[in-house]
């Protein structure tokens, strides 16, 4: 199993925020990692999702794009 990471985006379409987290397991048909995107129009809303990833395990990837 691979590490549980996470990384954040600021104005993707029509949301603020966006959270991208992949949960160490889900691959493409390729191979390469599948993240998940959360999608937040508030930042505590988004501060709290990522205070939960945090808690599960999830650690923020070495750049933010």
Avoid: C, P, T, W
Wanted: charged fraction near 35%.
């Amino acid at each position: 199993m691979g590490k549980k990471l996470y990384y954040e985006m600021y104005g993707v379409g029509s949301s603020k925020y966006s959270v991208n987290y992949h949960n160490g397991k889900s691959k493409h048909s390729d191979g390469s990692d599948f993240y998940d995107i959360a999608l937040f129009k508030n930042k505590q809303k988004k501060e709290k999702f990522v205070s939960e990833l945090k808690k599960k395990g999830y650690k923020k990837r070495g750049y933010n794009i």
